[in-house]
């Protein structure tokens, strides 16, 4: 099942993969009415998040893409309990459902060894760790994604140094790619989309110097490959932001996307959630941005505002068996103990009830993500919605329509309201000049 999207068709008649079809799309925008864009991306980390991009996206009429991490989808079903097959049906499921037209964008966030928690949990030894990621992007390839996030930067063995060596990040980012590639030519399929680096300080791509560095030594490993007509049309570079920043820097944004320019290619930011200066992105000239974390705290908030509504109405004697999913969530997060790699200085070695109020608060918020598709979880979420429904309270529309509103916010900012009908447009003008 895939989207049938006029965006889609047109680019496939032009032989582009959708994702370049729409960034060209937004370059030659740029040159005529001196507006820039930036692509938003959402990270799939539950059902309900899913489905408010879908109905944002909708609302925006606007594109929208998914960049889902081998932790949230894999073969293994990840903590989503999607694999990759089953990650792409339910996209264009729920759009179909919500009456999206639009191009949905399908893309892998962070493809690379160790980019998986489980592989540093069980110390996987690098061969292991490799060949598990070539099947995942394989998987990927096959299921219908439209672009490869490959990141090389994360090796265990390099503990206690600065990063990876760049030369080593080139040489697993190109193997990879090439791994990719004869996947896609062995079964005749059509060609994707990729995108290169990280915005992490371990790999080593802080400054416009090693940026550059980066940029020449691929282009030059990718033609020892023999892959002369793959280039990636994101690089993720380092644009102030992370997990705990909430300031985006546009002077270096500026001067990272000149250099990427130079190669043809546009720069992503990952970690934009809760940015401030959102207008920044466009009139920078960042070309994608990630958002994952903050749609979780929406989902959590939305959930926490129904339980208060269960409580007050069990006080009403209008509920007789309270769902306790406030309870359970913080239960199951704790007992996850994914927060544990969140804790930062005198946290260390401490347990969750001896950390602030304020802190496990956050923890649970940040971490929530994880255990949406517990069995606990999920029934005691279930539970609460049939209260509610039983006092006409609508408890999904609630909590897909908190996601939806700060979903907004991102389509605003990166100028893509109403972004869908000038992409056919432009599309449409370069299929006539064929």
């Known amino acids: ?24 799309s937004f370059k030659n925008i740029l040159r005529r009415e001196q507006q820039n864009f930036t692509l ?78 489980l592989h540093r949990i069980e110390n996987w030894p690098f061969e292991s760790a490799m060949a598990a990621v070539k099947d995942s992007l394989s998987a990927c390839l096959l299921a219908g994604y439209d672009l490869l996030h490959i990141d ?45 680096g990280t915005e992490e300080v371990e790999g080593g791509l802080t400054e416009p110097e090693d940026f550059r560095r980066f940029l020449k030594l691929l282009k030059e490993e990718l033609l020892k490959h023999n892959l002369r007509d793959v280039w990636p049309c994101f690089i993720v570079g380092r644009v102030g932001t992370d997990l705990h920043t909430t300031t985006f820097s546009p002077n270096i944004a500026m001067k990272l996307a000149e250099i990427a320019a130079t190669y043809g290619s546009v720069i992503k930011g990952h970690y934009t959630d809760y940015v ?39 006080s009403e004697g209008k509920v007789a068996n309270l769902s306790n999913l406030g309870r359970v969530l913080m239960n199951a997060v704790v007992a996850s103990r994914r927060w544990e790699k969140w804790r930062r200085g005198n ?3 401490r347990s969750f009830h ?49 996601i939806v509103e700060v979903m907004m916010k991102y389509f605003r900012a990166f100028n893509l309201i109403d972004s869908l009908p000038k992409i056919e447009s432009e599309l449409f003008s370069r299929q006539l000049q064929q």
């Open 40 to 117: 938003f991306a959402a990270c799939p980390n539950s059902e309900a998040v899913l489905k408010a991009a879908l109905l944002a996206a909708k609302r925006a009429n606007a594109p929208i893409k998914f960049a889902a991490t081998l932790n949230q989808v894999d073969l293994d079903g990840g903590y989503t309990k999607w694999n990759q097959e089953h990650f792409v049906q339910r996209a264009f499921e729920f759009a179909q459902e919500v009456g999206y037209e639009g191009p949905v964008i399908i893309a892998l966030d962070h493809g690379g060894p160790y980019l998986k928690d």
């Open 152 to 196: 090389a930067t994360v090796d265990p063995a390099f503990r206690g140094r600065a990063s990876v060596p760049m030369e080593i990040v080139v040489d697993r980012t190109a193997e990879l790619i090439e791994h990719v590639e004869h996947v896609r030519a062995e079964r005749q399929l059509p060609p994707i989309s990729y995108e290169v």
């Open 1 to 24: 099942m895939k989207d049938r999207s006029q965006i889609r068709k047109l680019a496939e008649k032009l032989k582009i993969p959708v994702t370049e079809a729409i960034l060209q």
């Open 354 to 402: 001896e950390l602030s109020s304020e802190r496990q608060s956050w923890l649970i918020r940040t971490g929530c993500r994880y255990i949406w598709t517990e069995d606990r979880v999920v029934e005691a979420r279930r539970r609460l919605y049939q209260n509610l429904l039983r006092n006409d309270v609508e408890a999904e529309k609630h909590v897909i329509e908190k």
């Open 276 to 314: 401030v200066n959102l207008e920044a992105y466009p009139a920078s000239g960042v070309g994608g941005a990630n958002v994952g974390p903050e749609f979780s705290d929406a989902e959590y908030s939305g959930l926490i505002n129904l339980v208060e509504m269960e409580e007050k109405l069990a």
């Open 347 to 349: 946290e260390l070695g």
